[in-house]
């Protein structure tokens, strides 16, 4: 099969190896491939930044060198994208948003905030706050602690405004309200509100509770 590259504007810079799927759409000023650091050593780097079939980047984005982005994912204007980060298929990366480094984002998943370096998050999942290290050594230089990531499952919701933080696992259909704050694990089939309060949504006083996000999959 022949690839056919509908657009890409004279303004859009490609740095490295960059390998575009068929019938991608590149939008104005975004940058593809970009190196972490600008060296002469960085421009020789042989790995492939991969931007899969009927993907849509905005623009003025910037995708950084050696991530892959999944068949049919829509990268809006002013989103980044850090390096070596892996997004599945049928993504929409929305709002401006930043994914650090080495992030693992699943199938037919939404991000419009901030994750940081590692996060995981799964298939089917609405990421609209802040995933974040703890930054429990920040004493020590930027680059010398590697702390742990939240790892998001699969079918999560997690509100506006809401930070998650450290390395806390998310268990499938847990709803994370808007502006709460997260530091432990979270069950399935929980709402989180506020300072880690946690609730099952069976108990949850609301509409939200008897939301066919948790009844139609429940076990």
Same mark, same amino acid.
Not at 40 to 58: A, H, P, R, V
Not at 76 to 90: E, L, P, W
Not at 203 to 218: C, I, N, P, Q
């Given at each position: 099969?022949?690839?056919?590259?509908?657009?890409?504007?004279?303004? @859009?810079?490609? #740095?490295?190896?960059?390998?575009?799927?068929?019938?991608?759409?590149?939008?104005? #000023?975004?940058?593809?491939?970009?190196? #972490?650091?600008?060296?002469?050593?960085?421009?020789?780097?042989?790995?492939?930044? +991969?931007?899969?079939?009927?993907?849509?980047?905005? /623009?003025?984005?910037?995708? $950084?060198?050696?991530?892959?982005?999944?068949? !049919?994912?829509?990268?809006?204007?002013?989103?980044?994208?850090? /390096?070596?980060?892996?997004?599945?298929?049928?993504?929409?990366?929305?709002? &401006?948003?930043?994914?650090?480094?080495?992030?693992?984002? !699943?199938?037919?998943?939404?991000?419009?905030?901030?994750?940081?370096?590692?996060?995981?998050?799964?298939?089917?999942?609405?990421?609209?706050?802040?995933?974040? $290290?703890?930054?429990?050594?920040?004493?020590? &230089?930027?680059?010398? @602690?590697?702390?742990?990531?939240?790892?998001?499952?699969?079918?999560?919701?997690?509100?506006?405004?809401?930070?998650?933080? &450290?390395?806390?696992?998310?268990?499938?259909?847990? #709803?994370?309200?808007?502006?709460?704050?997260?530091?432990?694990?979270?069950?399935?089939?929980?709402?989180? @509100?506020?300072?880690?309060?946690? +609730?099952?949504?069976?108990?949850?006083?609301?509409?939200?509770?008897?939301?066919?996000?948790?009844?139609?999959?429940?076990?």
């Amino acid at each position: 099969m022949v690839q056919v590259v509908i657009r890409i504007p004279d303004s @859009v810079k490609q #740095y490295g190896n960059v390998c575009f799927g068929s019938e991608c759409i590149i939008g104005e #000023y975004s940058i593809i491939g970009y190196p #972490y650091v600008e060296s002469e050593e960085s421009f020789k780097k042989t790995e492939k930044t +991969i931007i899969g079939n009927k993907c849509i980047i905005g /623009s003025h984005v910037i995708i $950084h060198e050696e991530t892959a982005i999944g068949d !049919g994912t829509m990268v809006d204007d002013y989103c980044r994208i850090g /390096s070596a980060v892996k997004i599945g298929n049928n993504c929409k990366i929305l709002y &401006g948003a930043n994914i650090s480094d080495e992030t693992v984002v !699943g199938n037919n998943s939404i991000i419009t905030g901030f994750c940081c370096e590692r996060a995981v998050v799964g298939n089917n999942a609405r990421i609209f706050g802040e995933l974040i $290290h703890s930054q429990r050594e920040p004493h020590l &230089g930027w680059d010398d @602690v590697i702390e742990p990531s939240p790892k998001i499952d699969d079918n999560v919701f997690i509100g506006f405004g809401a930070k998650v933080v &450290g390395g806390v696992k998310i268990g499938t259909k847990a #709803y994370i309200t808007a502006g709460a704050i997260l530091t432990k694990d979270v069950p399935s089939s929980y709402i989180v @509100v506020g300072n880690n309060v946690m +609730i099952h949504h069976k108990e949850w006083r609301g509409k939200l509770g008897a939301s066919d996000f948790f009844t139609d999959r429940d076990e």
